[in-house]
């Protein structure tokens, strides 16, 4: 495996949010956490990234211990994140953006300004603009695309269809089968069941802090009970 999640248990305050959460995800693979709003998801990566350290349980990435390490430390053994609020920097261009971390990871690999160009050419039309004058959708390619210069092994994305268009939702899976080719496995978090059954091979659906249901995301979709009770909107 490449990451293994055992018995996560993390909170705010005095409360757990998520509670004995276990998350395996093996190379090559795409993996889908499904649940509505306030399930967990986001939390659960979040501690997986150091950002919001688990009170007990472990995580393992490529067969070491991460809990407890600082998210830059995590970041730099080959865990790239893209957050839900994508967290661009609006004040430097495109460029300026992805350029920025090549220069502090510092790791040799497969993405280049221009691979990412590649990936997303709408990006590369719009390169020298800044990230505040981006749509919605810009922003989100510009946040994958940062994140893949930073050549991880694992690609984590928190709720990356929301808020897009049908047509930006198309670019966006085109784009993770093209990651995912590129030999990058990806971890995603997502309330939509139809996109997650077009990039991803096996899901987790999670409801309150717990994973309720796991196993392959075509067994999901046929079962209409699963769908209703834990993902219908």
């Keep these: 495996m490449i990451l293994a999640v055992r018995d996560l ?21 795409v993996v889908c ?4 709003n306030g399930a967990g ?6 501690s997986i990234m150091g950002l919001t350290p688990p009170r ?7 067969g ?17 994140y893209v957050p839900d609020d994508r967290r661009i920097f609006v004040d430097l261009t495109i460029e300026e953006n992805l350029d920025i971390v090549r220069r502090v990871m510092r790791r040799d690999g497969h993405w280049t300004l221009e691979r990412v160009f590649q990936l997303f050419p709408a990006l590369a039309e719009l ?3 800044s990230g505040s004058g981006l749509s919605g959708g810009e922003q989100k390619m510009l946040a994958i695309g940062r994140a893949l210069m930073g050549n991880p092994a694992l690609l984590i994305l928190d709720e990356p269809s929301e ?4 047509l930006m939702v198309r670019t966006l899976i085109e784009a993770i089968h093209r990651i995912r080719e590129d030999g990058v496995t990806l971890l995603i978090a ?5 996109f997650a059954r077009r990039v991803a091979d096996r899901g987790y659906i999670m409801e309150k802090g717990t994973i309720r249901y796991s196993g392959a995301l075509e067994a999901l979709w046929a079962n209409e009970d699963i769908v209703r009770r834990y993902l219908a909107l």
Excluded: C, W
């Design 163 to 166: 808020g897009l268009s049908p």
């Design 9 to 29: 248990v993390t909170g705010y305050g005095v409360g757990a949010v998520i509670h004995g959460v276990s998350v395996d995800v093996a190379a090559a693979e």
């Design 56 to 62: 007990s349980g472990t995580v393992e990435f490529t």
């Design 33 to 36: 956490l499904l649940g509505r």
């Design 41 to 46: 998801k986001s939390t659960t990566l979040r």
């Design 64 to 80: 070491m211990r991460i809990e407890g390490r600082q998210s830059f430390e995590i970041a730099r053994l080959g865990i790239g």
């Design 127 to 129: 390169r020298r603009k």
């Design 190 to 194: 997502d309330q939509n069941v139809k």
